[in-house]
């Protein structure tokens, strides 16, 4: 089929997952497969852009929760009518593939986990939010070659990196994927991981290649895995419901700070910190601005909440930096010049 045909299609897999059309969608995708083209390039360049494009409608609102939800749920059950249409001989090795613990953001790693089938792999996909100590009990049963650890969020990297840390010390290395270990797998090499893929066909072509990708650490440049979390990102996660009850105490008024948005601010802030990356709070600032101006709340509330944060927390300087830089990225996006927030007054609002 030429390229022409398969955006054309995709386009109506868009317009059939919108409605929730899973039988529309089902028969449009195995259709295709029937009509010759590979299951890769259907779950590559049909399915995944299309999720991609799910995300980006809601995140304008042009796309309620629901459908977005809708959507996405039907592209998951399409996903499973591809594997079992495609039943490909198993001439490699056997690995196990599952999502952080806490990620639930499921169908990436599953796209991931099919693609790894279709190459040949037995795949033993685990699914969403493995806490750690089970994915290792699996591993003692089932004794795969690899795990390939699917990550979508960025706060779910500390326990991203126990899992990685677990599997590693029963003997089986790891390989990262998903958006949570940065675009440029930045994360997965900090946490540790034998390697890092940026999409499901170069998993598939990183694991065929062998295990690991990274380029070995010098000896005299000191393990970068003991320098992760510290006194303060410990503070943050046993102190978390309480900050969070006392930043909302201070917005009180203020519908536009919600539990939910101020819970996303305070996460992404304990994985900078563990991380210590300012950059990974920074960019969630400029995208919850984004997302809520899409909704006709202005990125001043960002700001406002960014503010009452920094207030509570007096005694996590490191944190006071992070959030003066999300002041800084939230008053851009505003239009303003940005002013420290440790240069304002206690935020009163």
Known sequence: MVRQDLEAATGRYLNLIGRADEEGAAGLVLGLIGEGVPAEDVLLRVIAPCQR???????SNEWPVAREHGATAVSERVVAAVSGRVRPTETRGRVAVACADG??????????????????????FLGASVPGPHLITHLHQTGPDVVALGCMLPTRLPRAHATIAACQAVGIPVLAGGAGFGADGRFARLLGAD???????????????????FPAVPDDSGDTAVHLGGEEYAYLTRHRADLLARVMDTLTGRPEHTAEDLGNMADFLIAATYVHD?????????????????RQVPAESVVLGLGAFHDVLTDCPDARALLNEGVAAAQACCGRSARPADQRTETSV
């Not at 390697?195 to 990708?213: E, H, I, K, Q, V």
């Not at 300012?278 to 899409?294: K, Q």
């Open 195 to 213: 390697a890092w893929a940026p999409t499901a066909d170069a998993a598939a072509d990183r694991l065929a290649a062998g295990l690991p990708s």
């Open 278 to 294: 300012a950059a990974l709070f920074t960019d969630f600032v400029v995208w919850t601005c984004r997302v809520l101006e899409a």
């Open 53 to 59: 494009r799910v995300g980006e409608l809601w995140a």
């Open 103 to 124: 990620e639930y953001h499921v169908l990436p790693t599953r796209i991931m986990a099919e693609v790894l089938r279709l190459r040949g792999w037995q795949v033993d």
